[in-house]
């Protein structure tokens, strides 16, 4: 790997390793990304193979404690991909002419297990589950789909995707942790293959720690693509019983439900969610799974703590998208509104840049909330979930909140990690992990 940045007065700026260098192995261990890197750097006793920038190939030897850094920075090369043609994959239902980024589908154990990423581990080679278990890259999250090896290939549209079981037994005998996925297509991967599905994963208990199930999503850009059925609201609500039943039956027999439905199940179906309780030992909160219930209970317990009166008018408007919107007005605006001085408005925006079958607030665009508020009145400034932003700032349409904050003509932030960071209602510190509803 190219070093691309030495920290001043580190272990690498005194054994003399300049940008331009290649590590190339520690202890004999090649460097191949930042994951290898962090796990082989990590012994306190290291020799350092260098490619040096004048092209001499030198050994350092380095002596460290083992939770010290070397003070590297190093390029990171490109993600895998995926070499798989789902018949449901979102990312081929987006329209044309977004930025090239989005169109990436990424099948990489290093998103996996350092931001939670799903991959199918369809074509893992044994190096590939090897170096997964040497490192202990636990936990795994793999999309399963379908345990019958036919079905899954055809799901996955991939003939020679091998089969999932024995991968999945092989990770287990290493001891690595294991969050499994079901998008979930009506007609194809429901009925008796979704139960053989769950009761195979159920096998593995308890290193298979979930099985989250998530309804297809459906844009309006499939043309030409395989025909899907949509998840209605009487199908939803006959999942929810059907797996409700499964999940009694699985904690009878293992002490523990093991089978999630996502949050969008209940939101799309109007149905009670189950009680906080059932989340307590749920390892995918952060996925989508009881994210609504722990948003629901933190901001409960936020809202009691909000004074009677503001300290100084607030006038806002809070955007959502149309899936979350009873919960947004019950759990935040309506209480909200219940303090002297202070005006809440919600704007449900509609999604009309992936179409109207896709309701959730992570994939609005800069056009759906413009085209939401433009004949609002919407007070001092405007509030937008985190999660409708990337990483790099931008929203799905190239768009950023100065740009959208000039559109509209007052500030547009995102929604804070405490409802007591609102202007005039104190100040607090939080996530805005527990706002992205």
């Not at 039943?245 to 027999?253: D, G, I, T």
């Amino acid at each position: 790997m190219r070093i691309e940045q030495v920290r001043p007065d580190s272990i690498a700026e005194q054994v003399g390793l300049v940008p331009g260098d290649r590590l190339i192995r520690i202890n004999q261990a090649r460097v191949r990304d930042s994951l290898d890197y962090r796990f082989w750097s990590s012994e306190d006793v290291l020799e350092l193979d260098i490619l040096q920038a004048n092209g001499n190939r030198v050994l350092i030897d380095v002596e460290k404690d083992p939770d010290e850094d070397l003070g590297l920075s190093l390029h990171e090369p490109p993600y895998q991909a995926c070499a798989n043609k789902c018949v449901f994959c979102f990312i081929h239902q987006n329209p044309k002419g977004m930025r090239k980024a989005v169109y990436f589908q990424d099948e990489d154990v290093r998103l996996t297990f350092l931001y939670g990423n799903y991959v199918t581990l369809a074509f893992a080679s044994d190096a590939y589950l090897d170096r997964i278990i040497v490192q202990r890259l636990s936990p795994i999250y793999v999309s399963v789909h379908a345990t019958d090896p036919e079905l899954r290939r055809m799901l996955l549209g991939a003939p020679k995707a091998k089969d999932v079981m024995p991968i999945l037994r092989r990770l287990a005998d290493g001891g690595i942790l294991i969050e499994t996925q079901i998008v979930l297509c009506p007609g194809l991967n429901d009925g008796p293959a979704l139960r053989k599905t769950v009761d195979d994963l159920a096998e593995l208990y308890p290193v298979v720690e979930s099985i989250s199930i998530v309804p297809v999503g459906l844009t309006a850009h499939r043309q030409g693509l395989y025909h899907l059925e949509p998840v209605t609201v009487d199908y939803a609500r006959r999942m929810i019983d059907t797996v409700g039943a499964w999940q009694e039956e699985l904690r009878e027999r293992l002490g523990h439900p093991l089978v999630y439905l996502s949050d969008e199940w209940y939101l799309m179906s109007s149905t009670p969610f189950p009680p906080p309780s059932f989340y307590e030992d749920c390892p995918v909160v952060e996925n989508g799974v009881g994210m609504v219930t722990q948003f629901e209970t933190e901001m409960g317990e936020q809202i009691r703590s909000l004074p009677d009166r503001a300290a100084e008018p607030l006038r806002t408007t809070f955007v959502t998208a149309e899936l979350a919107q009873h919960v947004v007005r019950t759990s935040l605006v309506e209480p909200l509104n219940r303090v002297e001085h202070v005006e809440a408005k919600l704007v449900v925006a509609e999604n009309t840049f992936f179409g109207p079958g896709i309701t959730v607030s992570g994939l609005l665009t800069g056009r759906d909330i413009l085209h939401a508020l433009k004949d609002e009145e919407v007070g001092d400034r405007v509030y937008l979930p985190p999660n409708v932003l990337n990483d790099d700032g931008l929203l799905l349409d190239d768009m950023n909140l100065p740009g959208l904050s000039k559109r509209i003509g007052v500030p547009v932030e995102l929604f804070p990690g405490h409802v007591r960071d609102l202007p005039g209602l104190g100040e607090t510190n939080g996530s805005a992990d527990h706002m992205r509803t």
